[in-house]
């Protein structure tokens, strides 16, 4: 714990090297993000911070995608690739079932198809593990780098450090113990419950559920929205710049270190050096700077339902593959996959189909509910067939970094690649071996 008079110190030394990191931004020249999502916003305080001149530039304003909608779960305990060969046998009824949590819309089989080729190589045992091995070591510092970024930002309430549970319906025991042997061997800190040790914990809970894994070391946020909103503001009062437009083109030039953004509404924007983290749209600026990325959008819904649970930690279902998050204005069902672009309106259904399983799982609390109660949402996660983000220095331009592709892990991640993004802008040596997430490991 953290005494008054010790945060007095804290807050007067942070208030000193915010005057030191002011008065060297002029030799640390400017910087512009793309992107003002979780991860941008995390990178531009954590840049402001040293002493940049840091611009955020974003087509909606900050928080607005899949930073705003998501589960809110910092989802430490998940160190397996979504490529895994025991999904094979299912995976043609998941992509064809309209409310299945895996699906494609048929129209779109065709463009998604070279992304699944890529994905199903990943299946393969070496590769499998040498992406569970990249996504772990991404995980180990992220929630210690979360709670101090939220620490600096002052919104320390909106971290709880509860832990989540992964609850089964009527899962033979072994294949519960195999779950749980799988988290084990992966060093992550996992209990086995019985049905009524996870009542225990969450008395909500149905009378259905037989056991329950309960991942102790991991979190959540109760509104990822205001997160944002508290990382935008501290960005501007550490002097940051956002602006709301859409980047249509990147000028870089061989003989110039100067980069030039074309906006849509026709205003052109110079800037030392740029860092990409638009999430899902930052594919066509790689492209633009040299690179063919196999990035592929999944459409993550949602539906927000009114009704406060007793939840304390987020609930994930292994039988129905969704998951169930306390909010501070309600309850927060999501977990469906959908494959279909950038283009497709939202499907309504896909949303509501979430509703009877979160009534299995909370039955008194959606008793004499439905579906329309809620509100629909839907956001688009960037995710490369790995699993794994791209981040780090381009190798074609020395002042153009990378930080998107982080799929279902960009909350949490978002402040540990923050520091790493810091740490290589810098050109200082990175925390972690930033290879297996180099943009050029799929040329």
Sequence with gaps: MISRSDKATQTLTNSERECHQSNRQQHLGNLTIVGAGIVGLAAAIELQREGFNVTVIDKEGAGTGASKGNAGHFATEQVFPLADATMLPKLPGMLMDPLGPFRIQPQYFLKALPWFMRFLQ???????????????????????????????????????????????????????????????????????????????????????????????QVGHTSDPYRLCQAFEAKFRALGGNLIIEEVVEVYTSETSSNIQLQMKSGISKNTDRLVIAAGA???????????????????????????????????????????????????????????????????????????????????????????????????????????????????????????????????????????????????????????????????
């Design 281 to 443: 749209w930052s594919k066509p600026i790689a492209k633009q700077l040299g690179y063919s990325i196999p990035l592929e959008t999944e459409r993550g819904y949602h539906l927000m339902m009114p009704q406060k649970s007793c939840l304390s930690r987020p609930v994930a279902s292994y039988n129905r593959k969704f998951i169930v998050t306390p909010m501070s204005d309600g309850t927060r069902l999501a977990g469906t996959v959908e494959f279909g672009g950038l283009q497709a309106p939202l499907v309504d259904a896909r949303a509501d189909c979430l509703f009877p399983h979160a009534k299995a799982l909370l039955p008194d609390l959606f008793a004499i509910a439905s579906a329309s109660d809620g509100i629909r949402w839907m956001g688009f996660r960037p995710s490369l067939p790995d699993s794994l983000p791209i981040l780090g220095r381009s190798q074609k331009q020395a002042n153009v970094f990378f930080s998107f592709g982080h799929q279902h892990l960009g909350l949490t991640w978002s402040a540990n690649t923050a520091k790493l993004l810091r740490q290589e802008v810098l050109g200082e040596q990175t925390t972690i071996d930033l290879g297996p997430y180099r943009i050029d490991r799929f040329n």
């Design 122 to 216: 990943n299946m393969l045992p070496s590769r499998r593990s040498k992406n569970s091995r990249a996504i772990k070591v991404l995980n180990q510092d992220a929630i210690a780098a979360m709670k101090s970024l939220a620490s600096f930002c002052g919104c320390e309430d909106l971290l709880v450090m509860n832990g989540s549970l992964l609850v089964f319906e009527g899962t033979p025991i072994e294949e519960v113990e195999k779950e749980y042997q799988a988290y084990a061997d992966a060093d992550i800190e996992v209990q086995l419950f019985s049905g009524e040790q996870v009542r225990a914990l969450e008395p909500s809970l149905s009378q259905h559920i037989t056991n329950g894994l309960y991942f102790t």
